[in-house]
C-alpha cells in the first residue's frame, strides 16, 4: 500500500510470523513424506520426484490453485483485521490417531476475545444465491472427529469471489439430519460470524475522488502522437468535495477507492493550457440512495482479500498463493476506533441472527 510522509496509521494489529527455514527444513521434509509413500531412502528420491515436474502440474491445476490460494488468503484477511492472537495451520503435517477417521481442518485461530476456532477454508465461485456450497457426510464427520477431540469448535470459511464476501459458520448452524452441509450464501451471511473475527461493513459519503498531479516543473505536454509523459508530483484525494489534508485519511481513502466494490471511473485527464495538469480516478456506487448521507463501499475482510488477489494475479493467471507484502502492510488504515475530519465513515459489526433462516430472494422449492 502507498505510504505516505508523516503518515499516523493504525498499527495495532503487527502479528509476527515463526521464522521456518523453507529451503532447508522444508524441503527434508517433503524428501521423507515423498520416501514414506514410495518406500525409498532420503538419496532415492529424486529417482521418482521432480520438485519442478510436481509445481507444473500444480499450477496447472486451477481447481488445487485456487483453493490452495483461497486457504492462504484466509490467513492474511484474519491476520489483517486485527482481532487474531494465533492462526496456525492445522492440516501441514500427517495425524496419527485412533479409531474413526479424522481430517485436520485449515486452521486453528486463537480470537483476542478468547473464543477458539478450527476453520475449514473454502473458494465459492457460485453465480446465484442458490448455488450451494456442499460438505458429505463422510468429509464433516471427519473434520467433526478432528475438532472434538482436540476440544474446540468447527467453522467453515468460504470466500463467495462473486459477491467479493466471506462468510465464517458455525458448523452446528447448518448442519443437516443426514449429517451434510448446503451452504448457500444468504444462509451464510444471515448466521455469519466474521466480525468477531474483525470484519466490518463500511459507508462513507459518495463519490472519493484521487488527483495524480503532474510535477509543474517538469514537461507534461501532450506529443504529436498524443502521448503526455509526466513525472507524478503528489497526490490528493477528495471526499464530499473536500480536499482531504490528514495523512490518515489519505491513506483510508487510497484503500478504499482502489479496493472496494464501488466502480471504479478514470484517468481522466486535467489540462492546464496544453499540459496535464493532473489525472483523476474517482470512485462511486453504481446507484444513489439519496434518502441517506453513505452508501455501503464494502467490508474490510472483502477489501483484504481484493488486495491480496491483486497482489498475487497477474494477466488474469494465479502468478503467486502470498503476496510479498506482510499481512500488516495490508491490513486497512483503520478501526473501530476512526474518526475522520473531511473522510467520514460509517463501520458496522454486523452480528449473526439466529431466526429461522430468511429464504426469500425467488428461491425455489427446497
Not at 226 to 232: E, L, P, S, Y
Not at 326 to 332: D, H, K, N, Y
Request: proline share 5%; hydrophobic share 40%.
Amino acid at each position: 500500500m502507498l505510504d505516505f510522509p508523516g503518515n499516523d496509521r493504525v498499527k495495532k494489529n503487527v502479528m509476527k510470523r515463526v521464522a521456518r527455514q523453507s529451503t532447508r527444513l522444508g524441503a527434508l521434509d517433503l524428501a521423507a513424506d515423498i520416501g514414506q509413500e514410495f518406500n525409498l531412502p532420503l538419496n532415492r528420491i529424486g529417482e521418482v520426484f521432480s520438485f519442478d515436474e510436481a509445481t507444473k502440474l500444480g499450477i496447472e491445476d486451477m481447481r488445487l490453485l485456487i483453493g490452495r490460494r483461497a486457504e492462504k488468503m484466509f490467513e492474511y484477511m484474519v491476520a489483517s483485521l486485527g482481532q487474531a492472537e494465533l492462526i496456525a495451520p492445522e492440516d501441514t503435517a500427517a495425524t496419527l490417531y485412533d479409531g474413526a477417521d479424522v481430517q485436520a481442518p485449515d486452521y486453528f485461530v486463537a480470537l483476542k476475545t478468547g473464543e477458539r476456532y478450527f476453520v475449514e477454508v473454502k473458494h465459492a465461485r457460485t453465480k446465484t444465491f442458490n448455488e450451494p456450497v456442499t460438505f458429505s457426510k463422510n468429509y464433516l464427520a471427519r473434520l467433526k472427529r478432528y475438532a472434538y477431540l482436540k476440544g474446540h469448535s468447527l467453522t467453515i470459511a468460504v470466500y463467495w469471489q462473486s459477491f467479493g464476501q466471506w462468510t465464517i459458520n458455525k458448523v452446528e448452524d447448518f448442519e443437516t439430519p443426514k449429517g451434510t452441509i448446503n451452504l448457500r450464501f444468504l444462509d451464510a451471511l444471515q448466521r455469519n460470524i466474521a466480525g468477531a473475527f474483525g470484519d466490518r461493513m463500511i459507508g462513507v459519503v459518495p463519490p472519493l475522488v484521487c488527483r495524480i498531479h503532474a510535477k509543474p516543473e517538469c514537461p507534461s505536454a501532450i506529443n504529436e502522437d498524443g502521448v503526455a509523459n509526466f513525472i507524478i508530483g503528489a497526490l490528493s484525494f477528495y471526499s464530499e468535495g473536500r480536499e482531504i489534508l490528514c495523512d490518515l485519511e489519505q491513506q483510508v481513502a487510497f484503500y478504499l477507492i482502489f479496493h472496494s466494490t464501488w466502480e471504479e471511473h478514470g484517468p481522466v485527464a486535467k489540462m492546464d493550457g496544453d499540459r496535464v495538469d493532473f489525472i483523476e480516478f474517482f470512485a462511486q456506487p453504481p446507484e444513489r440512495n439519496e434518502a441517506q448521507e453513505f452508501e455501503m463501499i464494502g467490508s474490510t475482510a472483502g477489501m483484504v482479500s481484493r488486495h491480496f488477489e491483486w497482489l498475487t494475479t497477474a494477466d488474469a493467471r494465479i502468478v503467486r498463493l502470498t503476496p510479498q507484502l506482510t499481512p500488516s502492510e495490508m491490513a486497512p488504515a483503520f478501526d473501530d476506533s476512526y474518526r475522520g475530519e473531511i473522510l467520514r465513515m460509517w463501520l458496522f459489526h454486523i452480528e449473526p441472527n439466529y431466526e429461522p433462516l430468511i429464504r426469500k430472494v425467488g428461491r425455489g422449492p427446497e
